[in-house]
């Protein structure tokens, strides 16, 4: 299809959240499956548990998928930490910015994730326009969001989404 992808995921890195940015579109989806795919490394991801049905669950679980209860009342960071520990390899992937549509702030439930289950924060950014894939280092996070986040923010800078008016920008 004319993407590259820069950089990788090692494969001794089991455990991590994966955050991807931007995410503007359903596409995103199928886009992961595929770099997922040419990486040959098992990424999982969230879904509400209503998706988790027959005939479907089959294929959202064959393909990663964790059906998340998103009713209220819950500690959804803990549980979400949960499954890290259940398996022996475990990567979730996740968008920070919570929705399709443009944010200017993220939801940092992918940090506090990351620090209930002890495990890093893996930037991968999308740049539509460009066609490729951009990977980076694995992060650890303090427990210092404030100090953490830009950090972790920069990382994104100039990346675009398929719907680019939707794209989140890192602001200097």
């Not at 995921?9 to 995103?28: E, L, R």
């Not at 595929?34 to 988790?52: D, P, T, V, W």
């Not at 005939?55 to 209220?72: A, N, V």
């Not at 991968?124 to 694995?138: E, M, S, V």
Request: glycine share 10%.
């Amino acid at each position: 299809m004319g993407w590259s992808i820069e950089g990788t995921i090692n494969p001794k890195v089991k455990h991590a959240v994966i955050i991807v940015v931007p995410h503007t579109s359903s596409f995103d989806f199928i886009l992961g499956l595929l770099i997922r795919s040419i990486l040959g490394l098992h990424i999982n991801y969230l879904g509400k548990k209503e998706l988790f049905i027959w005939p479907f669950k089959y294929y959202f679980r064959w393909t990663g998928g964790r059906p998340l209860d998103r009713t209220g009342g819950q500690n959804k960071v803990a549980a979400i930490a949960q499954l890290f520990r259940g398996e022996k390899v475990f990567r979730l992937a996740l968008s920070p910015e919570g929705t399709r549509k443009k944010v200017k702030d993220w939801r940092t439930g992918f940090y506090y994730i990351a620090m209930e289950a002890n495990v890093p924060v893996l930037p991968i950014a999308l740049f539509y326009r460009q066609k490729c894939i951009r990977i980076g280092p694995p992060m650890a996070v303090s427990g210092k969001i404030d100090e953490d986040l830009p950090k972790i923010q920069s990382f994104f800078k100039g990346a675009n989404g398929k719907i680019p008016e939707y794209s989140w920008e890192h602001e200097d």
